[in-house]
């Protein structure tokens, strides 16, 4: 029992892992290489994460430079940066690859604040089916007579406790995003 449990709070962990990474790829105005994490480029026949191929800094708080290490790519790394949802055009130098990041509107923070918060959603929702999960586990256990009554009840709080703190640990998550997008 108690290594089920152990096991469910690893997968819950996972899910905060999860969500870290997708809001630090949000774009908050300032220049941020994580927001690069998801764009692929097409390198000899095969889609390559772009940090595979090239180099990036940040020279200024505003702008993302983007070396690649073979030059030949340099076409490709610009073209996946042109389809990709970041909404920026880049600038190419022949050598390198420039990203301006302008200040957000207030528009655009509130769309991106929204988009935090159904990212923080969604996170909950697979918290709370890994809770249901277990339960289901413990309830099949019971019914087999491998632990008790007393145990499954156990369990069951023991489930909802560690729920109640990863559901906090996402909204700190999130409500520290929001206000970091809100004060840009």
Known sequence: MKEQIKSHEATMQKTLDVLSKELAAVRAGRANPAVLDKITVEYYGAPTPLNQVAAI???????????PWDGSVLKAIEKAIQVSDLGINPQNDGKQIRLNFPPLTEERRKELIKGVSKTGEEAK????NIRRDALDKFKAAQKKSEITEDELHDGEDKM???TDKYVKEVDAMVAKKSKELAEV
């Not at 800094?57 to 070396?67: C, E, G, M, V, Y």
């Not at 929702?125 to 709370?128: E, F, G, S, Y």
């Open 57 to 67: 800094s940040t020279p200024d708080p505003r702008t993302l430079a983007i070396q």
């Open 125 to 128: 929702v697979a918290l709370r």
């Open 160 to 162: 909802q406790k560690l």
